[in-house]
């Protein structure tokens, strides 16, 4: 075997560079579960990162990129399209929110929102009003890793020994129902206050110098899940429209079926202006992202300077486009949201009978089969536990040993830290399967 061989796995000097110390070697995956090199099985209840929406292995994914590999695997985008972006490209667009007509493929969902942003500060390059300056985004959100999406992300401790960013961002508050409700408002009145709180941000900068504001739909990666309450992104959408002001919803995690609906935005009844997605697109087959975009801007572009000025070396890549095309189709075929909506309503039935009177589970909260769990050293105050304790992280070891992969997350209000779990299973995970993975999260806690 050549120093570049990692077939079965066994060139272990290649592997051991790669690994983080500790941490178990993946060598196969099957439906809902992965393997180790010991042969150790593992329920992917986290999808990895709400990626694997499909589990491991499907067939009709491996052999749709199998062919797509024998056709061609890769044509740079400035000579060539290809027959599966075109597909996926039309099949996105199909099922995408009324008016969004624009599909722009990038690697994955850091590039995703990058593209957004760029795209919505080119637009007003490009419609003549270049003071537009600002993005609002909200605290406790999670947007990506690279200089933009960080930036944008409320997580303030991600941010801050890389500041100086590059961008003019507003923090505004997310919507936090389980903390920021007060007991004298109805989860309605609560949505206006944050509609509000975000109408004086925009105040204070001059609705006219500010570009977008950028919202998860559902928050995923930093506070658990935080669900939107009725009619806060109704509230948002005129807000923004009466100043014209973007809204770039970001549904890479919670996006792509994970909620219900294909798009989480679908059940609030807006449509942005700029859509992130990635993750569950390619289900973890190959890394892709895109960004769906209403017309308005791509012809600002068209007739401004041509095009959209961005790009990638890999954007719309044969075989990725492949892999989420097929996971797309397994999707339709199989009737799987609707499978999302009757196993998320058991997998929530089965959360609240194991924690609904757990001392230390302050929240369960979800859609579809996106659900955190919020844990709290005490009910009546809410209070967090020690962050030193890092709860959440020794959950994900205890579930590791249990045979079981959750997601654990450190959501940070005003600098003070919280334990969070996420369960995002794949789509096909039976109920059997999902009584397992409460189970097992049961004996890890
Ligand atoms: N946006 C959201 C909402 C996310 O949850 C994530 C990843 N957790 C990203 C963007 C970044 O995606 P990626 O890790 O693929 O760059």
Known sequence: MNAHSNSSGQNSKVFHRQLRSGLPVAVGGRGVELIDAAGKRYIDASGGAAVSCLGHGHPDVIAAMHEQLDRLAYAHTSFFTTEVAEELAELLIDSAPDGMSHVYFVSGGSEAVEAALKMARQYFVEIGQPQRRHFIARRQSYHGNTLGALAVGGNAWRREQFKPLLMDVTHVSPCYEYRDCRADETPEQYGQRLVAELSEAIDQLGGENVMAFVAETIGGATAGVLTPVPGYFKGVREL????????????????????????????????????????????????????????????????????????????????????????????????????????????????????????????????GLFWGVELVAERGSKQWFNPARKLHARIKSEAMVEGLMVYPMSGTVDGVRGDHILLAPPFIASEDELAQIVHRLGSAV
């Open 240 to 367: 923004c429209d009466r100043h014209g002001i973007l809204l770039i919803l970001d549904e890479v995690m919670c996006g792509m079926g994970r909620s219900g609906t294909l798009h989480a935005c679908e059940q609030e009844g807006v449509v942005p202006d700029l859509l992130t997605i990635a993750k569950g697109l390619g289900g973890g087959y190959q890394p892709i992202g895109a960004v769906l975009a209403q017309a308005k801007l791509v012809d600002a572009f068209r007739q401004g300077s041509g095009l959209f000025q961005h790009g990638h070396t890999y954007l719309g890549h044969a075989v990725a486009c492949a892999a989420a095309l097929a996971v797309q189709r397994v999707i339709i075929r199989d009737d799987l949201l609707h499978q999302v909506r009757t196993r998320g309503a058991a997998l929530q039935a089965l959360l609240k009978a194991r924690f609904g009177d757990h001392p230390h589970v302050g929240d369960i909260r979800g859609r």
